[in-house]
C-alpha cells in the first residue's frame, strides 16, 4: 500500500510543478498484481493502470470507483471481487 501511495501522490506532486516523472514498469506491475489483484495487467502499460484505478487516468476497460481500495490482506484471502471502502473517508 505505501508503493502506492508514493507512485501516485508522487506523480501528483510531479505534475503539480510541471514535471513529468515517469513510473517504472516493473515496480508499477508488482504493485498493480498485489494490491489491486482484479486489474487485468494486458489492459495497458502498468504506470497508466496504476494511475487509471486510482481515478488519475483513463483506460479503457478499467473502472474507477471513488470507493476503490485495495486488497491488503494476503492474496490467498481475497474472494475474486474488488474491494470497496466499507466506510467514506472522513466519516467516523
Known amino acids: 500500500m505505501a508503493v502506492t501511495e508514493i ?3 508522487g506523480t501528483d506532486a510531479a505534475r503539480a510543478v510541471g514535471v513529468g516523472l515517469i513510473l517504472p514498469e516493473n515496480v508499477c506491475a508488482r ?11 494486458t489492459l ?3 504506470p497508466e493502470l496504476l494511475l487509471a484505478i486510482t481515478g488519475r487516468f483513463s483506460i479503457d ?9 485495495w486488497q491488503s490482506a494476503p492474496l490467498v484471502e481475497w474472494d475474486g ?4 471502502r466499507d466506510v467514506k473517508p472522513g466519516w467516523a
Open 81 to 84: 471481487l474488488p474491494r470497496l
Open 7 to 9: 507512485l501516485v501522490h
Open 61 to 69: 476497460g478499467v473502472h474507477s470507483d471513488p470507493d476503490w481500495w
Open 44 to 46: 495497458g502499460r502498468a
Open 31 to 41: 504493485t498493480v498484481s498485489r494490491v489491486f489483484p482484479w486489474i487485468d495487467l
